[in-house]
């Protein structure tokens, strides 16, 4: 399955995940890959808050993000009142949420590895229940 | 063209004249029509208030809402702290936006009549400028 398809797919698995909890209300944007424009991939929230949150998935044992992945972001969530996240789903592995001071810096933007994801990153349930 | 493509293209454009002020950030929600979750076609927001926007174009001088219509825009708005807007564009005219206190009534919804949006509506002027 190409790329794309594939990151959609792994985006609404999580989207019907927020909404099964009879709790959350999510959107899933529109073609957020590939606009010009900055946004999450889904943006959630319940009456007390709301989160955005960009999806990761890998086969591998770490995620690489630039810069502007993260600013983008960033800038986003301050304009909806947002928690920005980032949601990353190594093989196998539930979906773990990570908050920018949690990634790890390199020279040319970040990097969430599955260890560290495993140790600083929330659950599901975690950030849906508090 | 079929009228769902249709549809998202009218969305396309009131996206990008959002994001064209250079103030406001939106997103497009991912297969709102066919979702069975509520959601609004559009969420828009700038640094002070957010907007959660239904699209309806049509070529006819009416448009028909459900109660369902409205009240998943009601439902989603509030979690989302947004004002709930309908769009309504008919042919050959700009955009309209109307709030849900300024549609009218019928026994099985609400109807906006073209002449009714065009003394009630606001611009998109108007609705962007404050």
């Not at 319940?46 to 960033?74: A, G, P, W």
């Not at 980032?86 to 539930?94: I, L």
């Amino acid at each position: 399955m190409a790329n794309k398809s594939k990151g959609s797919n792994t985006e609404r698995d999580l989207l019907h995940k927020f909404w099964s909890t009879g709790k959350w209300c999510a959107i899933r944007s529109a073609g957020s890959g590939s606009m010009k424009y900055p946004g999450p991939d889904l943006l959630v929230g319940n009456l007390f808050r709301r989160m955005s949150i960009e999806c990761k998935s890998t086969k591998d044992d770490k995620v690489y993000l630039n810069e502007h992945d993260v600013e983008q972001l960033k800038e986003f969530s301050k304009v909806f009142d947002a928690k920005p996240l980032f949601a990353v789903k190594f093989s196998k592995k539930d979906w773990l949420f990570l908050a920018i001071e949690d990634l790890q810096k390199t020279p040319k933007g970040y990097v969430i590895d599955s260890k560290v994801a495993e140790l600083r990153g929330l659950s599901f349930g975690e950030i849906t229940s508090y």
